[in-house]
């Protein structure tokens, strides 16, 4: 029993003497050293910091939220790798280096808002409320282009140029044309060659269309018919004689076969090319039109199909050619 107490007694005297040892130990190292993270970035040492918590949140509302106007997010391929250290206590920290080299790997993505019409992008601005705003403004003018407006939200690595709301609904404000249906007067010829002598064009001229002459230029019906007509199925297309702009388009007409049309000054849907040297060819009766007002057509470029509208009495092509809005004969230049 005697020998157990010295055991316990001696047993314990040793455990108080490593708890103090140690005690001093872990002192006299918290004394010179403290816990740190070292961090390091794609593999290499950066530097070290106190708090990796703080550090990492910064990073995390950095990419969340950039720190510049308009940016969406930032993208950040390489994230610090932290690991627990003993360190001097005279070992400085660097979270703000760090902080500036992480973030040096980052690419911006801006938002902002593009005004598109017909789905191509035309403006840009900062805010939905600014692109709403432009929309409103462009529907309260009645701008041609009211219809075709939409938004589109923008994620893109570079930030396009901004407009204010005033300069957009200027910049995009088309004006709403009334189409008119143009007057017999408007749209016959000044005046007709009647001498049968030929007058020089400067440019060469090929058949608009095959077929048969059916009505020659002249005097008609006791009228002057200005051109000729060609007779050729329903549907057969249309070329440009020469080439040049599509300056007159007339669309709509629907009267077939009655001699009484008006529209287009009985032309029905026709079309008039302007070549140069004061030249003109003007293509009549068509059933439909190909080409656009202001549109550049080359040589043999189909641009219509032979029909009978307007004052027609069956499917034809009327063709005129014009010189300084004088009305020549066809026949000298084809057919």
Known sequence: MKKAIVHIRTWTKFTILITLTAFFMIGAISYIYKPIYSVTLKGELVGYSENKSK????????????????????????????KLCFLKKNVPTNDEEIFTKVIAEGKNYYKYYAIAVSNEEKAY??????????????????????????????????????????????DLYVK?????????????????????????LGISLI?????????????????????IDIGAPRGSGIKAAAGGTVTTVQTGCTHNYNGSCSCGGGYGNYLIITHGNGVQTLYGHCTSILVKTGQKVSQGQSIAT??????????????????????????????
């Open 306 to 335: 032979v029909g009978s509208t307007g004052n027609s009495f069956g499917n034809h092509l009327h063709l005129e050619i014009r010189v300084g809005g004088i009305a020549q004969n066809p026949q000298n230049y084809l057919y």
């Open 125 to 170: 601005v900062s805010t939905f409320e600014e692109a709403q705003q432009v929309i409103d403004g462009l529907k309260n003018k009645n701008s041609n282009n009211k219809d075709n407006l939409s938004i589109v939200e923008k994620y893109e690595t570079e930030l396009k140029e901004f407009s204010n709301v005033e300069k957009c609904v200027a």
């Open 207 to 227: 058949r608009p269309v095959s077929g048969t002459v059916t009505s020659r230029f002249g005097s008609r019906w006791g009228r002057s018919h200005k051109g």
């Open 176 to 200: 709403k044309v009334v189409k008119k249906v143009t007057s017999s007067y408007a749209v016959a010829a000044k005046g007709v060659n009647t001498s049968g002598k030929k007058v020089e």
């Open 55 to 82: 550090l990492q949140q910064r990073i995390n509302e950095y990419i969340e939220n950039g720190n510049g106007e308009n940016i969406a997010f930032v993208e950040i391929n390489e994230l610090p790798e932290y």
